[in-house]
């Protein structure tokens, strides 16, 4: 469970194409900043006010650094948002349950904080496009002949998290092939990995990866092909906006848009990873 958030506040400078969704807002008194993160930010006004949630607990997506501030590859997306949308942002933390509650109150205009794409999340927010895509992945002892097709690991134990997406996509491509273990957390799963009581297990590629480069996890690496299935992985990561704000969404999205094409997505995603995240 995610227990923090950070809520980037997106300040938009008065253009044209922003000022027409609401009137000006007369500026408060500024507030002091906080010694540490606090759980509400201080308000600001502006032609429009972008509140841009992103992680604090979840490295290195998002993270405090060693002086309390934000800091990550989803940090870093944001920033550069920030300046392509001609905008100024500051930091606070923030419970991870507050962000969608707390979006559709208005208390912030833009969630980004590892936001999965699902059916109910389309149903209430307008969300942009893809930012990031971690594909699901094995993992497994080194030197194991697993570096290759997943058909390599029929009739090997495969550990995955119970009532996950990475549980669905093993039952649906291993079910009659493998001996799955279910397991309340990947912690669990890995756990069990590392005292040789399975022979790979399957999760999140980011998540496998960080694990492979603790102490915890030297025994293993991850192996074989991503895995990308939008039926039961889905479909990646998107900021989260509300519905009516059509040209916010639009502005974002042109923002990630040319990350892409002119290599600052990738530059930021090698800062942080040694594989791709699209």
Not at 153 to 171: E, F, M, P, Y
Not at 178 to 193: E, F, G, M, N, S
Not at 213 to 221: L, S, T
Request: glycine share 6%.
């Amino acid at each position: 469970m995610r227990l923090l958030a950070v809520l980037l506040a997106l300040l938009l400078a008065a253009s044209t194409a922003f000022a027409q969704q609401q009137p000006p807002k007369p500026a408060p008194k500024p507030a002091p900043t906080p010694a540490k993160p606090a759980p509400k930010s201080p308000v600001h006004a502006a032609r429009l006010q972008d509140h841009h949630r992103t992680e604090a607990a979840f490295p290195p997506f998002n993270y405090l650094d060693k002086k309390g501030l934000p800091a990550g590859f989803e940090m870093e997306l944001a920033q550069e948002a920030c300046q392509r949308m001609k905008a100024e942002c500051e930091y606070t933390a923030v419970k991870w349950d507050d962000l969608i509650p707390g979006l559709l109150d208005k208390k912030f205009d833009i969630i980004m904080s590892s936001l999965e794409v699902n059916n109910e999340r389309r149903r209430r927010l307008g969300l942009s496009r893809r930012y990031y895509l971690s594909p699901g992945a094995f993992v497994a002892h080194k030197g194991e002949p697993f570096d290759g097709p997943p058909t390599l690991l029929r009739n090997k134990r495969i550990g995955v998290q119970k009532d996950s997406t990475h549980a669905d996509w093993i039952d649906k491509s291993f079910r009659r092939s493998a001996q799955i273990k279910r397991y309340p957390t990947l912690a669990d799963a890995l756990k069990a990995l590392a005292s040789d009581e399975l022979d790979a297990v399957f999760g999140d590629k980011v998540q496998l990866w960080l694990w492979s480069q603790k102490p915890d996890g030297k025994c293993c690496e991850v192996m074989g092909q991503d895995i990308k299935d939008n039926q039961t992985l889905g479909v990646g990561v998107s900021a989260g906006l509300r519905r009516e704000d059509a040209k916010l969404r639009d502005a974002l999205n042109k923002a990630f848009a040319e990350m892409n094409s002119d290599g600052t997505f990738k530059k930021l995603n090698e800062k942080y990873f040694p594989f791709p995240l699209n």
